[in-house]
């Protein structure tokens, strides 16, 4: 059974930072694409940041590019978002992700954590 479990939201200044965490299991990694896609009130759902994990290869949004890292650690099989310069439109809800192909829709999701910036 694929699990994503996120864990790491919460409520922050703007201009703090926040490290997401995202466990799986089930899945072989090596073959996957993991990413974050983020969710506002009354908002599209929204790439944020991708990983291939093999390659180490990293895709960012524009509007986070300079102040979020994407990253996994092979060990624990968990990919971070570290979040910094955090801004008020950052506001949602954050899902990780993983999906066996290198670009398209995601086949996992998980159940979400909710970051909130404050003015």
């Known amino acids: 059974q694929v699990q994503l479990v996120e864990s790491g939201g919460g409520l922050v200044q703007a201009g703090g930072s926040l490290r997401l965490s995202c466990a799986a299991s089930g899945l072989i990694l090596s073959n996957y694409r993991m990413g974050w896609i983020r969710q506002g009130a009354g908002k599209e759902r929204e790439f944020v940041a991708s990983i291939l994990w093999n390659s180490n290869v990293t895709y960012y949004t524009d509007s986070v590019k300079g102040r979020f890292t994407i990253s996994r650690d092979i060990a624990k099989n968990t990919v971070y978002l570290q979040m910094n310069s955090l801004k008020p439109e950052d506001t949602g809800v954050y899902f990780c992700?993983?999906?066996?192909?290198?670009?398209?829709?995601?086949?996992?999701w998980g159940q979400g954590t909710q970051v909130t910036v404050s003015s």
């Open positions: 992700t993983a999906s066996a192909r290198l670009a398209g829709e995601w086949n996992y």
